[in-house]
């Protein structure tokens, strides 16, 4: 993104110069930088809501019927800049100009889903299928919408909607990113929790994610503070506020994206950030492992089981070290025998409601054991696969982050049961 694209937003956005703009990062494409010192806690900027790309800011210029991902990736598909020309976009074009243009790296593009899914902890190619599962979902949802309403999208300025279909989704897929990579939250609707509260803000998004130290914060809205939907059509501006130390001149400015494992950062944002091995980030999701122990036998009716209870599947052990209370319910039912006079079902229904702290000790000490395996499994498999990874430049070092974490964790959570 040029100088001169980055002076037409401020232009568009009737800024002066602030005092923070955006600059090349060392390895993190573009970032957010200090222009001269700013002291603890500075507001940097306000975003009125009139330039905030969200549902709201968006719904008097489409027919009704897309949840927020889909609107504003759709908006963005249908102004993707051509290169080297500016978004045509007359709503948010000095906005959506200052977007990055391709997201090469991104492991949902085909360069990185081209590569052997097998160099990948299974996790990972899970959690990628799952994203590729809502993509899929989202793209097939807005390109029925399309095909309903493309006569009143086809009067839009400056709007072709006669693009083949691989076209049209390639730069839906290109919005989409920007959506699931630059998206954060902003208090929309009635309710904290809607999926539709969230907004793409320009500038903020220059922002890196950073694992530790100093971060800026978002100033919570009116709506937010009042626990109530926005009161202006357009909903409330956005403050952003530097971090809560003083900030040199020069130095890079961070977000936290959330306190997610490498897994979540890789298949989401398309990268990795080292992380100590006894962090409560590094995380290993198991599921690949266990699922299959509840195979056979009496496993459907305990599947079921933990279905119906809301137990199945997201089982985790992290790098504190700690096991998941999800899986050591799983664990717990499976080494429950159904058909026994025990009492021990009824003993493990009562775990859930908190009646009881365990099982029996029997029990305890067979899910720990399998815990334990789980571990040998996970390091063992860490072990091998590392040796043989393929993949070039980046993406080798970011597999082999991704497999370290699996291999650091269960060394950890095995050492608690040995
Ligand atoms: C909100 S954008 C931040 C601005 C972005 N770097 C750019 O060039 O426009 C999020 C994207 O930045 C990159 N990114 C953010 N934090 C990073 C980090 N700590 N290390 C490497 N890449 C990072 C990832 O590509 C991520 O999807």
Redesign the pocket.
Known sequence: ?STVTFELLLDWLQFPPLLVE?RE?P??????FAVASIPASTPLFTIPARALLNSRSLAAHYPPALNAVQLIALHLCLYRPLHPSPSLDPLFGPYIS???RE?D??PLTSHVKAADPSQLPPSVVNALARLHARYLHDWNTVRGYLRENVRLLSQKPDMHLDRGDDTLQADFLWGW?NV???CIYHRIKGTRSHPDNLTLCPI????????AGPCMATRPSHAERSNAPPIPRLGDPLTLLSPTTPTQPGAEL??T?GAHPNRT?FV??????PCGPDDVRAEVDVQDIVEPMFKGNDGDAKKKLLQDSGYWGDWTLDGSPVVSYRLITALRLLHVSLGGADGDLQRWRDTLTGLRDAVSDVNEGAWQETVADVCSTLIQRAQGRRKHLAPNGWLLDAVQLLWEEEYHVALRVLKLYN
């Open positions: 993104m955006p990062s390895s993190a494409g573009i970032g957010l200052t977007l990055p997201f790296s991104h990113l699931n990579t630059r903020l998004d220059f922002a890196n994610h950073t694992v961070y977000l994206y950062l989401e944002y398309g990268f990795v950030a």
